[in-house]
């Protein structure tokens, strides 16, 4: 048992539920925070390494699906479990494509319940993933001269050396210099990895290129 | 044979008659004194009336003497009873003054027991006979007259102004006939025929006494009266018995039974009605006793104790039991009776009416059921509309009972197992399991087909069943519950079943009321006060709001759902009216958004510490 498995936020006004579920995922080898209401889980939240939410949807005040408007909207990314004491069909909907990883009826089986709380730390992990590489992308990014970024814009719109130095009205050697820069610098081997990074990067979009 | 010889005994006879007549009236009658008192004086007249013709044959002085001794003594009892008469048959007379008027002539009759002088006459000279028409001769007297006479005439003129001022005090009061033809005779033919007999006992008329005509007058006017009474009083027994006819019709039309209970002899006297009511055979003796053993006996003790209570109090009182009848059946009677209390207030009788109210009381126990029944099916119903939520109260408790146990297996699946956390788990799971029984149970009662079971209740912890049955109701509509109970209330005397009826019903009434409402304005309050004797509950929201006429929403079939039958809050009425309390809705914002309903019972009283 270590504690790399993750954080699962657990909220469920029924304190009875809560310390049942609790006990489940300790067992587990997880990490378990429990909250009875959305407003002391809100105001106590910190982002942590891998973490997930276990949400009942029928609470007081804030219910579930109502919370995970409220985390959308002010940024945290938490991959949530729905928990639901009848199986509503719309509200699961609505559930799932605002990103819910499951959504589960009461009285759930532990395995369906540890089987979705360890997906949406997959999912929670792949996040932070992806966050991580594009963080890295970004700082290689800003370590480019303007004509450098010039350069790669071309590069990844697919035109050939001498065209991007009829375009910018240089030399065809400063060119090929200035390409072997960005390659390094973006820390990329080959062509089809730096138009990947320049996806990633939201790069180009809005040139297509006419050959 | 002369004249003379027929008027006076005609006289004597007719008085004699009269006598005898009012003799037999007044000893029949109660009260009867007037008219043996009219009998005497008659009788004392006819004495009299003989005493003068007598006289007016006597032949000697000493015979003349002799007769007028006689006349007299009953001169002075024809004072004596013409005052007594006037006193009963008036009861309007001086007391001094009657006494004084008999008083001074009987003094004055003292003379005619002394040897010498007598009353009228110092001296008697002489006598002589004078002859009249028709050839009748009478005796007249020749003396000196004695000066005590004239006390004897004072006792008259007494009487004459005794009897005045009797009849214009009775004439003040009303009997102005009495007054004027009794007050009127004797004072006119008293006066004329004393002043007669005066002049003749001074010598300055020659004539015999003719005092006794005048009373024979005096008589006529008297019976007439009296036997006026008499008719009056025969009038009055036939309207008695015809009323008496009317009362037995209308008591026998309405099935009431009379009784009289004698507290003195302790008796009841009954009509037979009421023997048949009771199971009491015609003839048979009934006191107390034996009419509280025809009672049920759960009854006996609370009708003895209303009995003793109204003797106590202003006497008046109503009462309804059973009666316990001979083949097995029960017998409701309602009973109401008076009281009567003697001078002393001391109690003498009691009077009282019953009457079979067993119809009655069936159409009412079966409205009761009826009431039950609808009651229970508009329950049903409600829960029903409820069953979403319920299912969810059930299925919470065993949610958390299979994940405890799960959580359990793998725990001890562990090397080494975590006993101590095993434990927790096991007893969680036993509350649970509590918990998912205590929702059955209530469940159960609220679907139950009860009996109205009434008993002190916390009003706070009705609302607490209730509001635990729609707690997920209300999260699952998105509604937010406000509170503001007063935490210590008095008691009320109620069916528990029943006012959770009521509050679900107008929990859930509020909460449709609010379905088209902004999610955040679905607001609920349930509020408790205690005020003039009344526990208070009032339940809130800020819905679509009541009809212009709020109590509309409280007729049968007035409903604003489409599945609704519209008998939830009528019905809810009926069970809190039963309760002896008040339930009634108002408007509760000012744009007429918004209801308020309102239920008051009355408390129960508590010791105050």
């Known amino acids: 048992m270590s504690a790399t498995r993750g954080t699962v936020f657990l909220l469920d006004d029924d304190p009875g539920m809560l310390k049942a579920l609790a006990r489940l995922l300790k067992a587990e080898g997880f990490t378990v925070r429990g909250f009875t209401d959305a407003k002391t889980f809100l105001e106590s939240y910190r982002v942590e390494n891998l973490s997930c939410l276990v949400l009942d949807v029928a609470m007081p005040e804030l219910n579930g699906l109502e919370l995970q408007q409220r985390l959308t909207h002010i940024g945290v990314l938490l991959p949530i479990v729905f928990l639901t004491g009848h199986g509503d069909i719309p509200m ?80 065809e050697h400063t060119i090929k210099v200035h390409r072997a820069r960005v390659m390094e610098k973006m820390g990329v081997d080959s062509l089809a990895d730096l138009v990947r990074a320049a996806e990633r990067l939201g790069l180009g979009q809005h040139s297509t290129s006419p050959r | 044979m002369t004249w003379m010889t027929i008027m006076w005994p005609m006289a004597i006879g007719a008085c004699v008659t009269m006598g005898l007549i009012q003799l037999r009236v007044g000893l029949r009658r109660t009260p009867g004194a007037a008219h ?88 008697l000279t002489g006598i002589r006979k004078i002859q009249t028409f028709g050839g009748a001769t009478y005796t007249v007297a020749d003396g000196v007259g004695n000066p005590w006479n004239a006390i004897f005439y004072l006792g008259v003129l007494l ?48 004539t015999p006494y003719l005092l006794s005509f005048a009373y024979l007058a005096i008589l006529v006017a008297m019976g007439l009266e009296l036997s006026n009474d008499v008719l009056n009083a025969g009038q009055l027994a036939l309207d008695l018995r015809e009323g008496e006819r009317r009362l037995a019709l209308a008591a026998e039309a309405a099935n009431l039974g009379i009784w009289i209970r004698d507290l003195v002899r302790n008796e009841i006297w009954a009509t037979d009605k009421w023997r048949a009511l009771l199971g009491f055979a015609k003839s048979e003796r009934i006191d107390l006793d034996s009419y509280l053993q025809k009672l049920h ?101 065993l949610a958390i009972i299979l994940t405890n146990a799960q959580a359990a297996q793998r725990l001890l699946a562990q090397s080494p197992p975590d006993l101590a956390e095993a434990r927790d788990i096991l007893a969680d799971i036993v509350m649970e399991d509590q918990r998912a029984g205590e929702v059955i149970r209530r469940l159960r009662a609220l679907l139950k087909r009860g009996e109205t079971n009434l008993q002190p209740l916390s009003i706070n912890e009705v609302i607490q069943d209730v509001v635990r049955i729609t707690r997920s109701d209300l999260i699952g509509r998105g509604i937010k519950l406000h509170h503001a109970c007063v935490g210590h209330l008095p008691r009320v005397l109620g069916d528990r079943i029943q006012l959770q009826q009521v509050l679900l019903n107008l929990i859930l009434n509020a909460c449709d009321a609010m379905a088209a409402s902004p999610p955040e304005g679905r607001q609920l309050v349930l509020a408790t006060a205690h005020r003039d004797g009344t526990v208070r509950v009032s339940v809130s929201d800020n819905g679509s709001g009541l009809p212009p006429d709020p109590e509309r929403v409280f007729e049968p079939f007035h409903t604003t759902k489409k599945h609704g039958l519209g008998l939830g809050l009528s019905i809810c009425r009926s069970i809190i009216t039963a309760h002896k309390g008040r339930l009634w809705a108002e408007t509760r914002g000012a744009a007429g958004s918004g209801a308020t309903f309102h239920i008051e019972l009355p408390a129960m009283s508590e010791a105050k510490p």
């Open chain 1, 92 to 171: 699961s909907v609505q559930a799932i494509k605002a990103g819910a990883v499951d959504f589960l009826t009461k009285p759930v089986n532990d395995a369906d319940l540890l089987r979705a709380v360890r997906a949406a730390l997959k999912r929670a992990a792949e996040q932070r993933d992806l966050i991580a590489e594009l963080a890295s992308l970004q700082q290689r990014y800003s370590q480019l001269t303007p004509r450098e970024r010039e350069v790669m814009e071309h590069v990844v719109a697919g035109k050939l050396n001498k065209q991007i130095a009829g375009n910018l009205g240089i030399g």
């Open chain 2, 36 to 123: 043996l008192l009219f009998s005497l004086n008659a009788i004392v007249v006819a004495i009299y009336s003989g005493c003068e013709l007598a006289l007016a044959c006597a032949d000697s002085p000493v015979e003349y003497l002799a007769w007028l001794r006689w006349l007299d003594i009953t001169a002075g009892l024809q004072v004596v009873t013409t005052a007594a008469f006037v006193w009963v048959f008036f009861g309007t007379g001086r007391k001094w003054l009657a006494l004084l008027a008999p008083g001074l002539s009987c003094l004055a009759l003292i003379a005619d027991f002394l040897p010498q002088p007598k009353l009228v006459y110092l001296q």
């Open chain 2, 159 to 206: 009487l004459v102004v005794f009897v005045a001022d009797a009849s214009v005090t009775l004439w003040r009061r009303g009997s102005r006939r009495r007054a004027a033809v009794i007050g009127g005779t004797i004072t006119f033919f008293v006066l004329a025929g004393g002043t007669q007999a005066a002049l003749v006992d001074n010598g300055i008329m020659r």
């Open chain 2, 297 to 397: 006996p759960e009854d006996r003790e609370a009708v003895s104790q209303t009995f003793t209570k109204a003797v106590e109090s202003d006497g008046q009182y109503e009462t309804e039991y059973r009666v316990l009848l001979s083949d097995g059946q029960l017998r409701w009677i309602a009973s109401r009776g008076r009281v009567e209390f003697n001078g002393a207030g001391k109690p003498v009788c009691v009077r009282g009416v019953s009457v079979d109210i067993t119809m009655r009381k069936q159409a009412e126990a079966e409205s009761l059921r009826q009431r039950e029944e609808l009651a229970h099916l508009s329950r049903v119903m409600t829960l029903s509309e409820l069953s979403g939520s319920l299912a969810h109260e059930l299925n919470q408790p």
